[in-house]
């Protein structure tokens, strides 16, 4: 039989489902519909035989997709193989079957083995990803994907390539303030990406309408106020019917007619996960009503209808498809485990190029330049060289330039589409980054305030800082974030924090926190170059400071991460400190020389990776040791630095490693009171002073 085309009809006023004629075959010949319902018993087959693994002590944890199937196999259908990209979530093995993915690879997952081609063994199985089919491999939070989805959209538009972008979640996730974030902007900007809601109305064991106030609980109906937004709800058990629906979301979005997001409403045939039991708090009639729904029965019904399959044939390919499963989980069975000396390797990148960047060169010579005006030209001379960075956060475009106006005249010279204002949201400036990242561009984001970082907390953690190491080196995340920090610029609460000590509990991520103009430049286009997320840290009182300023280095000059600066030599004591405290430090230093002591001054750049050795040669010559920092004293970096210079340097200390940093308080508005709370100069010339004459 031809391959007939079918017909819809979507009403994108109220999002109805589609409509029109299917022919017989919902435009597909015999073989392609054989060919669905191979991938839907494969996926409903390798589900059960996992589970009778993990009965067995052979396999650890699953999270079945039984009930989706069809679905997840009309959406991969859709997708462009090479070009599109995809954002699944962790029931989507149907859909990644239908990509391409192997049984044999999806068992090494399962089962913890050395070459599973997802992740190493490194994540927990269900958890997809495929360089060959642009699928990033994902993380255990729920709705983190969306952001990162919608920046993968942007940057196929910025590379001018016509794909689009699958995103899936289940219902429940639709609660999280990043769906509604994702869904803003990508119908905002009209982008390429196809939300696809796989509502089976279980969240766990949260009925949907206790998760959503839709009417009815509709997604659909919660989303209905965002323009350019195709809207279509369709059952997604039948799989003529949500095919119909997948080719319509997939074209709507290729033609550059803006997002769309489906709501297809399946059933959840097993438990939410393997350490669940739906039975304690599903009625069994919500079971036994599901069971009527199984969309690998709908399908074959229709097939035998249509005289394509008979009972006979279907025993038959149905005990090949079994033979194939427990051959591919016998297979995996055998196969090494995974070595654990890999077990440290991928935190950072590891190609090497950190190593062949040509550092400290280049000319240091001619006029002073304030700090901010040092970041601000260091981002124009990278922008220059490198045509994949794009600038983008809150006021960062012209007229503005930013709160400080460390981006002005960047996107005057660079143009709108390289230099924009992202929403006022952190968790979408730093997700959709994500996403570009992951796509090959290099984005540089600013967060305005430190203060206000931490909507987008979980997706430098959990995402930006693990895609290398969850991937096993597949995918990587290099995005530069800048962020304004720090005090004595009578901010009050919100706007003086420090916020390194949280970061440095990150592996993955570099941080730097320079301390003068000269350096921030050569520290910033560094960071630009280097293929590892980078938070860099600037002090907003220091940006015009004149002790800040220095003579500008020109376009060559780079400094490398993990390098620590000898700013003051002395011989009585080591002061290990950044940031604004390295000024701080040098104003008290220079009133104990008037007393006859000598002491040493370093300033550590980068907080990660830290320049131990410069740190352990100057308190073995000095004997003693004093580290300095802005941020609260307790749980601060500074002890971080004193562990290490105790561990380390014990024999050679005359003397305790002593702290110094904020009192552990808010940081209030009044200046009197803001230097109550902060240390100052004053406070660090007579700590100083006491361990001098220890």
Same mark, same amino acid.
Request: proline share 4%; glycine share 8%.
């Given at each position: 039989?031809?391959?007939?085309?079918?017909?819809?009809?979507?009403?994108?006023?109220?999002?109805?489902?589609?409509?029109?004629?299917?022919?017989?075959?919902?435009?597909?010949?015999?073989?392609?519909?054989?060919?669905?319902?191979?991938?839907?018993?494969?996926?409903?087959?390798?589900?059960?035989?996992?589970?009778?693994?993990?009965?067995?002590?052979?396999?650890?944890?699953?999270?079945?997709?039984?009930?989706?199937?069809?679905?997840?196999?009309?959406?991969?259908?859709?997708?462009?193989?090479?070009?599109?990209?995809?954002?699944?979530?962790?029931?989507?093995?149907?859909?990644?079957?239908?990509?391409?993915?192997?049984?044999?690879?999806?068992?090494?997952?399962?089962?913890?083995?050395?070459?599973?081609?997802?992740?190493?063994?490194?994540?927990?199985?269900?958890?997809?990803?495929?360089?060959?089919?642009?699928?990033?491999?994902?993380?255990?939070?729920? %709705? @983190?994907? #969306? =952001? /990162?989805?919608?920046? $993968? !959209?942007?940057?196929?538009? *910025?590379?001018?390539?016509? &794909?689009?972008?699958?995103?899936?979640?289940?219902?429940?996730?639709?609660?999280?303030?990043?769906?509604?974030?994702?869904?803003?902007?990508?119908?905002?900007?009209?982008?390429?990406?196809?939300?696809?809601?796989?509502?089976?109305?279980?969240?766990?064991?949260?009925?949907?309408?206790?998760?959503?106030?839709?009417?009815?609980?509709?997604?659909?109906?919660?989303?209905?106020?965002?323009?350019?937004?195709?809207?279509?709800?369709?059952? %997604? @058990?039948? #799989? =003529? /019917?949500?095919?119909? $629906? !997948?080719?319509?979301?997939? *074209?709507?979005?290729?033609? &550059?007619?803006?997002?769309?997001?489906?709501?297809?409403?399946?059933?959840?045939?097993?438990?939410?996960?393997?350490?669940?039991?739906?039975?304690?708090?599903?009625?069994?009639?919500?079971?036994?009503?599901?069971?009527?729904?199984?969309?690998?029965?709908?399908?074959?019904?229709?097939?035998?209808?249509?005289?394509?399959?008979?009972?006979?044939?279907?025993?038959?390919?149905?005990?090949?498809?079994?033979?194939?499963?427990?051959?591919?989980?016998?297979?995996? =069975?055998?196969?090494?485990?995974?070595?654990?000396?890999?077990?440290?390797?991928?935190?950072?990148?590891?190609?090497?190029?950190?190593?062949?960047?040509?550092?400290?060169?280049?000319?240091?010579?001619?006029?002073?330049?304030?700090?901010?005006?040092?970041?601000?030209?260091?981002?124009?001379?990278?922008?220059?060289?490198?045509?994949?960075?794009?600038?983008?956060?809150?006021?960062?475009?012209?007229?503005?330039?930013?709160?400080?106006?460390?981006?002005?005249?960047?996107?005057?010279?660079?143009?709108?589409?390289?230099?924009?204002?992202?929403?006022?949201?952190?968790?979408?400036?730093?997700?959709?980054?994500?996403?570009?990242?992951?796509?090959?561009?290099?984005?540089?984001?600013?967060?305005?305030?430190?203060?206000?970082?931490?909507?987008?907390?979980?997706?430098?953690?959990?995402?930006?800082?693990?895609?290398?190491?969850?991937?096993?080196?597949?995918?990587?995340?290099?995005?530069?974030?800048?962020?304004?920090?720090?005090?004595?610029?009578?901010?009050?609460?919100?706007?003086?924090?420090?916020?390194?000590?949280?970061?440095?509990?990150?592996?993955?991520?570099?941080?730097?926190?320079?301390?003068?103009?000269?350096?921030?430049?050569?520290?910033?286009?560094?960071?630009?170059?280097?293929?590892?997320?980078?938070?860099?840290?600037?002090?907003?009182?220091?940006?015009?400071?004149?002790?800040?300023?220095?003579?500008?280095?020109?376009?060559?000059?780079?400094?490398?991460?993990?390098?620590?600066?000898?700013?003051?030599?002395?011989?009585?004591?080591?002061?290990?400190?950044?940031?604004?405290?390295?000024?701080?430090?040098?104003?008290?230093?220079?009133?104990?020389?008037?007393?006859?002591?000598?002491?040493?001054?370093?300033?550590?750049?980068?907080?990660?990776?830290?320049?131990?050795?410069?740190?352990?040669?100057?308190?073995?010559?000095?004997?003693?040791?004093?580290?300095?920092?802005?941020?609260?004293?307790?749980?601060?970096?500074?002890?971080?630095?004193?562990?290490?210079?105790?561990?380390?340097?014990?024999?050679?200390?005359?003397?305790?490693?002593?702290?110094?940093?904020?009192?552990?308080?808010?940081?209030?508005?009044?200046?009197?009171?803001?230097?109550?709370?902060?240390?100052?100069?004053?406070?660090?010339?007579?700590?100083?002073?006491?361990?001098?004459?220890?």
């Amino acid at each position: 039989m031809a391959k007939e085309k079918i017909e819809t009809a979507i009403d994108k006023s109220n999002g109805t489902t589609p409509t029109g004629k299917l022919d017989s075959f919902g435009g597909m010949t015999k073989d392609e519909l054989m060919n669905v319902l191979r991938i839907m018993n494969l996926s409903r087959t390798m589900d059960i035989k996992v589970m009778n693994l993990l009965k067995q002590g052979k396999a650890f944890f699953h999270i079945a997709g039984a009930g989706h199937e069809a679905t997840q196999v009309a959406f991969g259908l859709a997708m462009k193989k090479g070009t599109d990209w995809a954002f699944p979530y962790y029931r989507d093995m149907g859909f990644m079957l239908t990509l391409g993915m192997k049984p044999e690879d999806a068992f090494l997952a399962f089962t913890g083995k050395g070459d599973d081609p997802l992740t190493g063994s490194r994540q927990m199985p269900c958890h997809w990803s495929s360089k060959e089919f642009n699928v990033p491999t994902q993380s255990s939070p729920t %709705g @983190t994907q #969306f =952001l /990162q989805a919608v920046g $993968a !959209a942007m940057a196929m538009r *910025k590379k001018g390539i016509n &794909g689009v972008v699958y995103v899936s979640s289940g219902e429940g996730t639709t609660s999280q303030g990043e769906f509604h974030e994702a869904v803003n902007w990508a119908s905002r900007e009209k982008l390429p990406v196809v939300f696809v809601i796989q509502n089976n109305k279980w969240a766990i064991s949260v009925p949907v309408q206790n998760q959503t106030a839709g009417k009815n609980a509709s997604i659909l109906e919660m989303t209905k106020g965002y323009e350019n937004l195709l809207r279509i709800e369709v059952d %997604g @058990t039948d #799989f =003529l /019917q949500v095919n119909a $629906a !997948a080719q319509s979301a997939f *074209k709507n979005a290729r033609q &550059g007619r803006g997002p769309a997001l489906v709501e297809a409403h399946v059933v959840r045939l097993f438990s939410h996960s393997s350490s669940d039991d739906q039975k304690k708090y599903r009625p069994n009639d919500s079971l036994q009503e599901d069971l009527k729904k199984d969309p690998i029965e709908v399908l074959v019904n229709v097939l035998k209808k249509k005289e394509i399959l008979n009972d006979l044939a279907y025993t038959e390919f149905k005990k090949e498809i079994s033979n194939h499963v427990n051959e591919a989980a016998d297979w995996a =069975l055998k196969q090494e485990e995974p070595k654990p000396e890999t077990a440290i390797r991928y935190v950072l990148d590891e190609s090497g190029k950190k190593d062949r960047l040509d550092y400290e060169k280049g000319k240091i010579e001619g006029k002073s330049v304030v700090l901010v005006d040092a970041i601000n030209h260091a981002l124009k001379e990278e922008m220059d060289r490198n045509n994949k960075i794009y600038v983008f956060g809150e006021d960062v475009s012209d007229g503005k330039g930013g709160v400080f106006t460390s981006t002005k005249g960047l996107s005057t010279k660079f143009g709108n589409d390289r230099v924009f204002n992202s929403p006022l949201a952190e968790a979408s400036i730093v997700g959709v980054a994500i996403g570009m990242a992951l796509s090959g561009l290099k984005p540089c984001v600013e967060i305005q305030f430190g203060d206000y970082i931490w909507p987008a907390f979980m997706q430098f953690r959990d995402e930006m800082v693990m895609y290398r190491y969850r991937s096993n080196n597949l995918f990587e995340a290099p995005v530069v974030t800048r962020v304004a920090v720090g005090g004595y610029i009578h901010g009050g609460l919100y706007h003086s924090q420090n916020i390194e000590g949280f970061f440095a509990h990150m592996p993955g991520l570099l941080i730097a926190y320079p301390s003068n103009a000269s350096d921030a430049k050569g520290l910033l286009k560094t960071a630009l170059r280097l293929n590892d997320p980078v938070l860099f840290l600037e002090h907003k009182g220091l940006y015009r400071q004149s002790y800040a300023s220095s003579v500008e280095p020109d376009a060559d000059y780079l400094l490398p991460f993990g390098k620590a600066k000898v700013v003051r030599e002395g011989n009585d004591l080591s002061i290990i400190t950044y940031g604004a405290m390295v000024h701080e430090s040098n104003f008290a230093v220079k009133k104990l020389e008037d007393d006859g002591y000598s002491v040493e001054i370093i300033d550590i750049r980068t907080i990660a990776p830290l320049d131990v050795d410069t740190i352990y040669k100057s308190v073995r010559k000095t004997g003693k040791a004093i580290v300095i920092h802005e941020d609260t004293l307790t749980a601060g970096f500074g002890a971080e630095i004193a562990a290490l210079i105790t561990e380390n340097c014990f024999e050679s200390l005359d003397g305790p490693v002593r702290r110094i940093g904020a009192l552990d308080a808010p940081i209030p508005f009044a200046p009197n009171l803001e230097h109550e709370i902060l240390p100052t100069r004053e406070k660090i010339y007579k700590s100083l002073k006491d361990l001098l004459e220890y």
